[in-house]
């Protein structure tokens, strides 16, 4: 399990232990804005030795605050996407080496959001506004993040189907869920802590779409997908943009190099 807040995480992982005794969980600690947290989890999880089946790109923020991250980059695509993207980079040797080793499919599922066809603009990504995020607006700014996971799983799948890799990569919306995504957002948060707890989904309910494309017999050899509801979905004509999925790999390649 990699977390943020460490203590939460060790609770989570008691509270898991406790319902399934013979679960083995390791906490580490990550930090998805930063490329050197990334690096040093990366590197933590090699050291543990363990086999990677599945990897699931899960984590996500949506601040009220046009910031950087400490690299210097728009806060919601450094977390959103380029920390999945680097830590995706990091264990892929693993995966490959594990579904070689095990004959086993290796799937990695990146979690979007509806709200990549929703709020974007027009050119899908704004390149120009990653290290400088004056004028862009915040919601626009986590719609972008979102469609940058769909395009990195496209681009992903196309480079596996081409190396012969046997893993897939998919994108997933969970459905609007009660979590603290919405912390910053003291209005919305405010709505979502009292109507949102009639109309939104539970975190169980919000888990049921990811861990089908994860872990279930039916989605074996798909990739490239969207998918909502346990189905495969259609995504915005921007998220199946194939020229924009490579054009967003190398950005984000030079990105994670420099």
Same mark, same amino acid.
């Given at each position: 399990?990699?977390?943020?807040?460490?203590?939460?995480?060790?609770?989570? *992982?008691?509270?898991?232990?406790?319902?399934?005794?013979?679960?083995?969980?390791?906490?580490?600690?990550?930090?998805?804005?930063?490329?050197?947290?990334?690096?040093?989890?990366?590197?933590?999880? &090699?050291?543990?030795?363990?086999?990677?089946?599945?990897?699931?790109?899960?984590?996500?923020?949506?601040?009220?605050?046009?910031?950087?991250?400490?690299?210097?980059?728009?806060?919601?695509?450094?977390?959103?996407?380029?920390?999945?993207?680097?830590?995706?980079?990091?264990?892929?040797?693993?995966? *490959?080496?594990?579904?070689?080793?095990?004959?086993?499919?290796?799937?990695?599922?990146?979690?979007?959001?509806?709200?990549?066809?929703?709020? +974007?603009?027009? &050119?899908?990504?704004?390149?120009?506004?990653?290290?400088?995020?004056?004028?862009?607006?915040?919601?626009?700014?986590?719609?972008?993040?979102?469609?940058?996971?769909?395009?990195?799983?496209? &681009?992903?799948?196309?480079?596996?189907?081409?190396?012969?890799?046997?893993?897939?990569?998919?994108?997933?919306?969970?459905?609007?869920?009660?979590?603290?995504?919405?912390?910053?957002? +003291?209005?919305?948060?405010?709505?979502?802590?009292?109507?949102?707890?009639?109309?939104?989904?539970?975190?169980?309910?919000?888990?049921?779409? +990811?861990?089908?494309?994860?872990?279930?017999?039916?989605? *074996?050899?798909?990739?490239?997908?969207?998918?909502?509801?346990?189905?495969?979905?259609?995504?915005?004509?921007?998220?199946?943009?194939?020229?924009?999925?490579? *054009?967003?790999?190398?950005?984000?390649?030079?990105?994670?190099?420099?």
């Amino acid at each position: 399990m990699p977390v943020g807040n460490v203590a939460a995480g060790l609770a989570v *992982k008691e509270s898991i232990v406790a319902k399934i005794p013979v679960a083995r969980i390791d906490v580490l600690e990550l930090d998805l804005s930063s490329m050197a947290s990334v690096r040093r989890f990366a590197s933590e999880f &090699e050291s543990l030795n363990l086999p990677l089946n599945i990897l699931i790109n899960n984590a996500g923020v949506l601040t009220r605050n046009r910031t950087c991250s400490c690299d210097g980059l728009e806060l919601h695509f450094a977390t959103n996407h380029i920390g999945h993207f680097l830590l995706t980079n990091l264990l892929l040797e693993n995966m *490959k080496s594990t579904c070689r080793d095990s004959g086993t499919e290796g799937r990695i599922v990146n979690v979007t959001s509806v709200g990549h066809a929703m709020m +974007t603009y027009p &050119e899908g990504i704004c390149f120009d506004k990653i290290h400088d995020p004056s004028g862009l607006n915040d919601f626009i700014a986590y719609c972008q993040s979102k469609l940058a996971n769909i395009l990195h799983s496209n &681009e992903l799948s196309r480079i596996f189907k081409e190396e012969g890799v046997n893993i897939s990569a998919n994108a997933v919306h969970p459905g609007v869920i009660m979590t603290n995504i919405f912390r910053d957002r +003291t209005i919305v948060g405010a709505f979502f802590n009292t109507i949102g707890r009639i109309i939104c989904r539970r975190v169980e309910q919000g888990a049921a779409t +990811t861990c089908y494309v994860a872990m279930h017999p039916q989605v *074996k050899g798909i990739s490239g997908k969207y998918f909502a509801d346990c189905n495969i979905s259609s995504p915005s004509l921007q998220a199946s943009d194939a020229e924009l999925a490579k *054009k967003l790999w190398q950005f984000s390649l030079q990105t994670v190099s420099s």
